[in-house]
């Protein structure tokens, strides 16, 4: 093995096999802005567990969530936002994965907080395939590279 390394390195091939250094710089740099977006939710995950369960979290599905009536879904569910507040999305070349937000300092918080209550914790990765809208005058858009954006669920009560 070491043998086809050395003659790759030597022969300039394996410059191809190796990510460029600015799509490194970029993705430590996004997992470094998650790694910091993650620190609010560990802050306030206890107490939107508490207020979910009273029927009090803002769930986009459930209109009534400040209705002092609303029932518990069972679940939170964070979307990992931009340094504007909106979604964070990323193309599908991007080098961030599951994996790489999984290893941050703060999810692995997040993980220890919630599994310690006895709840259970996901990370989901959404791809986004256009806008999902076809009329007769505009077909949907295709795009070749696909973006996607990254859910955090938390549930088990």
Same mark, same amino acid.
């Given at each position: ?6 003659? %790759? ?24 802005? !998650?790694? *910091? ?16 369960? %009273? ?32 979604? %964070?999305? %990323? ?15 703060? *999810? ?33 858009? *295709? ?8 859910? !955090? ?5």
């Amino acid at each position: 093995m070491k043998f086809i390394q050395k003659l %790759l390195e030597r022969s300039g091939i394996s410059i191809i096999f190796q990510p460029r250094i600015d799509d490194e710089e970029e993705r430590q740099k996004t997992i470094d802005w !998650i790694n *910091y977006s993650l620190f609010a939710i560990v802050e306030k995950v206890a107490d939107d567990i508490e207020r979910e369960k %009273l029927g009090f979290f803002p769930h986009p599905e459930n209109e009534q969530a400040l209705n002092e009536r609303a029932d518990s879904l069972g679940y939170i569910q964070y979307i990992l936002k931009d340094k504007t507040g909106g979604r %964070l999305e %990323l193309s599908q070349f991007s080098l961030v994965s599951c994996n790489s937000i999984k290893m941050t300092e703060n *999810y692995q918080k997040l993980k220890s907080l919630v599994n310690e209550a006895g709840y259970t914790i996901e990370l989901k990765e959404i791809n986004i395939d256009g806008d999902g809208i076809e009329t007769y005058e505009e077909l949907d858009d *295709y795009v070749d590279d696909y973006e996607r954006y990254f859910i !955090i669920l938390i549930s088990g009560w």
